[in-house]
């Protein structure tokens, strides 16, 4: 039921800091875990960070630990990935996913594990 719009990417020069936005649609938002996941042309889509529905858990892709922060506020339908020190291999496309909170957490670092997906947004780092 829930539909996914991402927001915030662009071009920026390495060590940039944008913030993404994913802002969902749906009466039930609160109970999905939510994820970050980031792609390259001709590349595999790779796992880059998930929050829980109350945000009290999170997880994240090794490279970006440290750097990158998701964040949720269920009271706005909103989703956060906090990018700092961007390193030009971070350029991807950026996709905002939502995962039925029947799996266990530690499982949302698999794609197949979200049923709902935006349509990206593509964040490019210039050095």
């Known amino acids: 039921q829930v539909q996914l719009v991402e927001s915030g990417g662009g071009l920026v020069q390495a060590g940039g800091s944008p913030r993404l936005s994913c802002a969902a649609s749906?009466?039930?938002?609160?109970?999905?875990?939510m994820g970050w996941f980031r792609q390259a042309p001709g590349k595999e889509r790779e796992f880059v960070a998930t929050?829980?529905?109350?945000?009290?858990?999170?997880s994240y892709l090794n490279s970006v630990k440290g750097r990158f922060t998701i964040s949720r506020d269920n009271a706005k339908n909103m989703v956060y990935l906090q990018m700092n020190r961007l390193k030009p291999e971070d350029t991807a496309v950026y996709y905002c996913?939502?995962?039925?909170?029947?799996?266990?957490?530690?499982?949302?670092?698999?794609?197949?594990?979200?049923?709902?997906w935006g349509q990206g947004t593509q964040v490019t780092v210039s050095s």
């Open positions: 996913a939502a995962g039925d909170t029947s799996h266990p957490v530690y499982v949302m670092i698999t794609p197949r594990f979200y049923d709902r």
């Open positions: 749906g009466r039930t938002f609160s109970t999905y875990h």
């Open positions: 929050i829980s529905w109350n945000g009290g858990s999170t």
